[in-house]
């Protein structure tokens, strides 16, 4: 493993986060992973990468959303962070495509970045509970990164309104995720405007208006979420 250090450093890790953004995705956190005991790695330099306020023009824009084929999110990410990984000389890793599936969550939260949320979901410092991560590009080389260790918000929010915002209590600070009443919710006529502008739970975080989500966005994920 070597050691990147000084300007050239922090360029390289700006570059790396412009050209991500200009492709559609948002940088989410970057860590060591040696130095905050990271599952499954070891070594180097990992950068988080989700979804944004860029993603969904940049999404509807490509084949994967135009050809009618499965996946068309997991089929975009994959072609955006290899073509990434390969700019920038890293191993691009996924969060789907398993079992067995990578830790994302773990270097999510080692990130500094993302925390739990009193509904059991991670909740990021700039898109609330509306966290989607697409991958992440892991360097052998160890580069400077920005200090992120970054509090909850969920400390300095008073209402919790994620705790009470899902109709059937499947989401709360009392209960693990109840999935079957999740499910059970969308195939009634009310279920509609979860289905149509996402989850109920997730658009009540005060944090979750920065990720930008478009309605049609929240539906798409919904629909992969719950085909029926």
Known sequence: MSQ???PMSQDFHTRICLAASAAGLLPMGALHPHR????GLDHGTLVLLGTGSGFWTAFQTSPEFRDGAPDPVDRW???IVDTLAERFGATA???FGGPPYLPFIDWAEKSGRAHPSPTGMLVHNRVGLMISYRGALHFSDCFDI???DQPAPCKTCDRLPCTTACPVGALSATAPYDVAACHAYLDTAAGRDCLDNGCAARRACPVSAGAARSPAQSALHMKAFHPK
């Open 4 to 6: 990147l250090s000084g």
């Open 36 to 39: 905050v005991a990271a599952r």
């Open 77 to 79: 990410s994959r072609r």
């Open 93 to 95: 890793l996924y969060p």
């Open 146 to 148: 920005p200090d992120a």
